[in-house]
C-alpha cells in the first residue's frame, strides 16, 4: 500500500504504564485520520485515531525532534494503563488499523519498570477524588455535563448532580472512556466517565452569580471534590444562546492557543464563567474576600479573554479591570472585543506596565504552569511590585496531580526530576510561540513544597489547594506581605 511513518512506537517505560506516539502516514486516508492497533505481546489491546495538529504543532515537533513530517502526517498518542505488564518485557507493535503490518519503527521491545513512579509519588496515589467536565452545554432548558471522574470505591453513596439550591439530577457512570489512560494513578478510584442533566430553572430565579452545580451524593452532603463546579452564567441563558451586545467568542486561533484546541461557544463561556467563580470561591474560602472587596483586579496571562470577559462583565462600581499577556495575538483580540476592561501587551520577562501597588487582586490561571523556572523568580517579584500591600496573587500550577496525568507524555526523567528537584520544565509547550523568545513556553510542573519555597521568598502562602483548578492544576492563594 506504500504506507510510511515519520515516527512511530516511541514507548516510554512508565512503570505502571506505557506511552505510545508517533505519526503515521496512510494513503488511504489522505486527510490524516489514519488509525494504528497497539498490540502487546500478540495482544491486540487499543486502535486509537491519528489527526493532523496545527502547522505551528507540527512545526515545533519538526525543530525539538529534528523531524521531516509531511503535512499530510497524522500524529497519534495512547496511554495504557497497564499493571499487568509491571515487571515484564513486552513487545509492543503498532500497526496499521486492522492489520498486522507494523509501522516504520514500530516494534519495541520494553521492559516495565515495578513501581518506581508509584513508590516516587505515593501520596498523590492515594486521594483526590474529583471530577473534570470534558463537554458542558445548554439547550432547550437543560444543563449537560460529561467528562471523567475519580469516584471513590468505598460507599454506598449514590452519584448525583446537586445544585446549589438543593436539586439533585441522577449522574452515570462508565467505566474506561479513556478515564483509565489519564486517571491511571489513582487504583483505589473507579476511574470513569460521567454523564448527566439537570433542567434548568428559569433564569430570573437564579442567584446573580449563575446556576452552580457539582458532583456529589445523594445522601451526604460532601461534593466530590470541594472547589470544582460549572457554573452556568445568568448572563448567558436570560437571552437565549447568546448575551444580546456581549462580545463574540474568539476564533479557532485565538482558543487553541490557551485551550490546545477550539471548543464550542456555550463550553467556552461556561468554562470560563466556572473558572471565576471557582477562584471567588477559594479566595473567600482562604483570604475571607469576596469579588467586591477589590478596587484593581488584574488577569496576567489573560488569553483570549476567557475569565477576563466575566470580570468585566461583573465589575463592581468603581473597580479597575486589566488584562495583560505576551502574546501579541490574544492581545489584540482582547483589545479590539472586550469593553468594560483594559488590556495591555507585556514582555516574556518583567516588567508589566503597571504602577507599583496598582492592584490588589493579581490572577493568573495556568500561568505559572508555562514560565521557565530561570524566569519564575523574577516573576514572582514583578507580581509583588505590581500589589498593594495585603493584595492577592491567585495563582494556578500543575502540581503532583497534573504531572502524573500526564506522566505517559513526559516520560521518566521528567518525574524524577519533579520528585528529586522539586520541579521540571524540560518540556516544550507548542501552543504559544514567540519569535523573539521561541523556548520560553513550557510545561512546567512544581510540586506543592518548590512552589511553596519559591512564592515564599516574596508572599506569605495563605494556601495551596491541589487540584483546585479544573481538577487538574493546583491553586496557590498568596498575600503580599506588609
Ligand atoms: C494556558 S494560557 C491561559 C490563558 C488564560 N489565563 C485562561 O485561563 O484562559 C496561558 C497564557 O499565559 C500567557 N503567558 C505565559 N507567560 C506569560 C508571561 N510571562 N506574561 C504574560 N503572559 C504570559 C500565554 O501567552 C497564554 O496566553
Not at 515484564?88 to 498486522?100: I, K, M, N, P
Not at 445522601?219 to 445568568?234: D, E, S, Y
Not at 495585603?390 to 518525574?415: N, P, W
Not at 501552543?431 to 512552589?451: G, K, M, S
Request: glycine letters at 12%; aromatic letters at 8%; proline letters at 7%.
Amino acid at each position: 500500500m506504500g504506507l510510511s511513518v515519520m515516527r512511530a512506537g516511541v514507548v516510554d517505560n512508565m512503570s505502571s504504564g506505557l506511552g505510545m506516539s508517533g505519526w503515521v502516514v496512510d494513503p488511504a486516508a489522505p486527510d490524516g485520520r489514519a488509525a494504528v492497533d497497539i498490540i502487546i505481546d500478540g495482544e491486540r489491546v487499543a486502535r486509537v485515531a491519528a489527526h493532523v495538529p496545527r502547522a505551528d504543532v507540527q512545526a515545533h515537533f519538526r525543530e525539538s525532534f529534528g523531524l521531516d513530517v509531511p503535512a499530510d502526517a497524522g500524529f497519534f498518542s495512547k496511554a495504557l494503563m497497564a499493571p499487568r505488564f509491571e515487571g515484564r518485557e513486552v513487545e509492543v507493535r503498532v500497526c496499521f488499523a486492522g492489520t498486522d503490518e507494523p509501522l516504520t519503527n514500530g516494534v519495541a521491545r520494553v521492559r516495565c519498570g515495578a513501581g518506581r513512579i508509584r513508590a516516587l509519588f505515593a501520596a498523590e496515589m492515594a486521594g483526590h477524588a474529583g471530577w473534570s467536565p470534558a463537554h458542558v452545554e445548554v439547550g432547550d432548558g437543560v444543563l449537560r455535563l460529561s467528562g471523567l471522574a475519580a469516584w471513590p470505591r468505598a460507599t454506598d453513596d449514590v452519584p448525583m448532580l446537586r445544585a446549589d439550591g438543593g436539586t439533585v439530577a441522577p449522574v452515570r457512570l462508565q467505566d474506561g472512556g479513556g478515564a483509565d489512560d489519564v486517571l491511571w494513578f489513582l487504583p483505589d478510584h473507579r476511574r470513569v466517565t460521567f454523564t448527566a442533566e439537570m433542567a434548568l430553572p428559569p433564569a430570573d430565579s437564579w442567584p446573580d452569580g449563575g446556576f452552580s452545580v457539582t458532583l456529589g451524593w445523594e445522601r451526604g452532603g460532601t461534593p466530590l471534590h470541594p472547589w470544582q463546579r460549572v457554573v452556568v452564567p445568568r448572563l448567558l441563558v436570560m437571552a437565549g444562546d447568546r448575551r444580546a451586545g456581549s462580545p463574540p467568542v474568539p476564533g479557532h486561533d485565538e482558543q487553541a492557543r490557551v485551550l490546545g484546541q477550539s471548543v464550542s461557544a456555550a463550553q467556552f463561556e461556561i468554562g470560563g464563567y466556572s473558572t471565576l467563580h471557582t477562584m471567588w470561591a477559594v479566595i473567600a474560602g482562604t483570604d475571607g474576600r469576596r469579588p467586591q472587596d477589590f478596587r484593581a483586579i488584574l488577569d496576567w496571562g489573560c488569553g483570549c479573554g476567557r475569565v477576563l470577559r466575566w470580570l468585566a462583565a461583573e465589575r463592581a462600581p468603581g473597580q479597575r479591570i486589566a488584562g495583560s499577556d505576551m502574546d501579541p495575538l490574544n492581545v489584540s483580540w482582547c483589545q479590539t472585543h472586550l469593553a468594560g476592561c483594559e488590556v495591555h501587551s507585556n514582555g516574556p520577562h518583567p516588567p508589566l506596565p503597571f504602577a507599583d501597588g496598582a492592584f490588589d487582586l493579581v490572577l493568573g490561571h495556568s500561568v505559572i504552569t508555562h514560565i521557565p523556572l530561570d524566569v519564575a523568580e523574577t516573576w514572582f517579584a514583578e507580581l509583588d511590585r505590581v500589589l498593594a500591600p495585603g493584595g492577592i496573587a491567585y495563582l494556578t500550577f500543575q502540581g503532583a496531580y497534573a504531572l502524573l496525568c500526564s506522566a505517559h507524555a513526559l516520560g521518566v526523567d521528567s518525574l524524577e526530576r519533579v520528585a528529586s528537584a522539586g520541579a521540571d520544565d524540560s518540556s516544550r509547550d507548542a501552543n504559544v510561540r514567540l519569535d523573539e523568545a521561541p523556548d520560553y513556553y513550557r510545561a512546567v510542573f512544581h510540586t506543592p513544597e518548590h512552589l511553596r519555597a519559591l512564592a515564599g521568598r516574596r508572599f506569605e502562602v495563605v494556601a495551596i489547594e491541589p487540584t483546585a483548578y479544573g481538577h487538574f492544576q493546583d491553586v496557590a492563594v498568596l498575600r503580599k506581605r506588609g
